[in-house]
């Protein structure tokens, strides 16, 4: 039985052939892609945001940094269209919630109050905060705010200049609490007891609230605590302020004078909080973000809200919060080494 024979081509295309074919081939997909990349790119920007925003506040909820994260970001919500969320992860002076926002996505989605606490003065008094500064991108700056010098209403001193005399006159018998080792509240007292040459016994609590609380009580003698804690407890008379840390006085209480006045020329402390996102967050949407922070802080009704509370609006650029963090490293950081302070 005869099969057919199977007929092939004479010659196969050779492996050169086949090596343009493919070139061809790869330099038309990425043809096509430079022209979609651009596009791709622009396009997260250009919808942000299309969906709810969450915001870590790292501290608990009521407190002064909740509220204060909550009073600014809820009208910046409004400038965004979407509404934000707030998340309190609290813990290890705002560490906690601080590493569990530099692993969020960086697209905008999760954003983190931070203060002078988590961006300077941590890295100052923690082996291991679980963050680096570098793990974020810098948004805006919203604050810069005073601390108040208040004491228990029973203490018998009714200036800064009184009390001053008072603990110098005493040194080990008086105490003065604070939120916790190397939280502001205890630095600001530990560069008054520094610059006044006193001896006041430091006692640390687990939070702001409970502090203040002991002080109302009369379990500690006085605190150093910053004005959005401290103002609506002076001002309901439950402690009694005698002077607050900036260098000149706060717009909303023009009554009460500096520690400078009194008697420490030159003495200037404040806090400060912003927002930051993730690093790697797109620039066109930090500065959306940005430019919702600056018009939700130029409402006059916002504005004198924060005043009330001793916080001075203080938006700016990327740029100038980073320069600002830099500079408050530093100084914080001398502030912990002169005080002793550590927590492991």
């Known amino acids: 039985?005869?099969?057919?024979?199977?007929?092939?081509?004479?010659?196969?295309?050779?492996?050169?052939?086949w090596l343009r074919r493919l070139l061809m081939a790869y330099t038309a997909v990425m043809a096509a892609l430079a022209l979609v990349a651009p596009a791709a790119q622009a396009q997260p920007a250009a919808a942000y945001p299309n969906k709810p925003i969450k915001l870590i506040v790292p501290f608990p909820a009521g407190g002064g940094g909740d509220t204060l994260a909550r009073l600014v970001m809820l009208r910046a919500a409004r400038e965004l269209g979407q509404p934000i969320v707030v998340e309190n992860l609290g813990g290890a002076g705002g560490n906690v919630g601080s590493a569990a926002a530099a692993k969020a996505p960086a697209d905008g989605y999760t954003?983190?109050?931070?203060?002078?606490?988590?961006?300077?003065?941590?890295?100052?008094?923690?082996?291991?905060?679980?963050?680096?500064?570098?793990d974020f991108e810098p948004?805006?700056?919203?604050?810069?705010?005073?601390?108040?010098?208040?004491?228990?209403?029973?203490?018998?001193?009714?200036?800064?200049?009184?009390?001053?005399?008072?603990?110098?006159?005493?040194?080990?018998?008086?105490?003065?609490?604070?939120?916790?080792?190397?939280?502001?509240?205890?630095?600001?007292g530990e560069i008054y007891k520094s610059r006044a040459g006193l001896a006041v016994v430091?006692?640390?609590?687990?939070?702001?609230?409970?502090?203040?609380?002991?002080?109302?009580?009369?379990?500690?003698?006085?605190?150093?605590?910053?004005?959005?804690?401290?103002?609506?407890?002076?001002?309901?008379?439950?402690?009694?302020p005698l002077a607050v840390t900036t260098a000149t006085r706060v717009a909303g209480w023009p009554?009460?004078?500096?520690?400078?006045?009194?008697?420490?020329?030159g003495f200037d402390v404040s806090a400060w909080d912003a927002i930051f996102v993730p690093a790697g967050t797109p620039r066109p949407i930090v500065n959306r973000l940005n430019d919702a922070i600056h018009k939700a802080l130029a409402d006059p009704e916002l504005r004198a809200q924060l005043q009330s509370r001793g916080a001075e609006v203080a938006p700016g650029t990327p740029e100038e919060l980073a320069r600002h963090i830099a500079s408050n490293m530093t100084l914080w950081g001398d502030a912990v080494k002169r005080s002793g302070a550590a927590v492991d």
């Open 111 to 134: 954003l983190l109050y931070g203060t002078n606490g988590t961006h300077a003065i941590n890295h100052a008094i923690y082996k291991s905060p679980g963050f680096s500064v570098r």
């Open 139 to 188: 948004v805006s700056q919203l604050t810069r705010i005073a601390a108040m010098v208040v004491v228990r209403p029973t203490l018998q001193v009714n200036s800064m200049a009184e009390l001053t005399k008072l603990l110098k006159a005493n040194p080990g018998k008086y105490t003065f609490g604070s939120a916790g080792n190397g939280t502001t509240s205890h630095l600001a």
């Open 202 to 240: 430091h006692i640390p609590y687990r939070g702001g609230a409970q502090a203040m609380t002991d002080l109302m009580g009369g379990q500690v003698d006085m605190m150093i605590e910053v004005m959005p804690n401290a103002a609506p407890q002076a001002k309901g008379g439950r402690v009694k």
């Open 1 to 17: 039985m005869n099969l057919p024979l199977c007929r092939f081509p004479h010659r196969l295309p050779s492996s050169a052939f």
């Open 255 to 265: 009554e009460l004078p500096t520690i400078a006045e009194s008697g420490l020329a």
